[in-house]
């Protein structure tokens, strides 16, 4: 059983910055991808970022050059630093992990409010 724990969300001022964590625990196969994806009311849940194990990095074009992804392998734990933010960033953020096998569930986070506003 995995569990994946979030952190960091909360209130900032357009131009503002936060960060993310998100703690994985369990059993956690070596070779896997973590990721941050966001959703709306209404709206599909899309990618922000990914990383996997062995470092391959991609975001989503909006958040390219503002957002940072970054792992810790030896703490199982996952970072989105978010920087420049704008009223458009505010979602509910949700942490992803997934094994780099095919046919591998999804392992979702509770999810965490980020509110961008003045």
């Known amino acids: 059983q995995v569990q994946l724990v979030e952190s960091g969300g909360g209130l900032v001022q357009p131009g503002g910055s936060l960060r993310l964590s998100c703690v994985a625990s369990?059993?956690?196969?070596?070779?896997?991808?973590m990721g941050w994806y966001r959703q709306n009311p209404g709206r599909e849940r899309e990618l922000v970022a990914r990383?996997?194990?062995?470092?391959?990095?991609n975001y989503a074009d909006s958040v390219k050059g503002r957002f940072t992804i970054s792992r810790d392998n030896a703490k199982n734990t996952v970072y989105l630093q978010m920087n420049s933010l704008k009223p458009e960033d505010t979602a509910v953020y949700y942490c992803?992990?997934?094994?780099?096998?095919?046919?591998?569930?999804?392992?979702w986070g509770q999810g965490t409010q980020v509110t961008v506003s003045s």
């Open positions: 369990g059993s956690i196969f070596k070779l896997n991808a």
């Open positions: 992803n992990l997934k094994w780099l096998v095919s046919g591998s569930d999804d392992y």
């Open positions: 990383i996997t194990s062995f470092g391959s990095i």
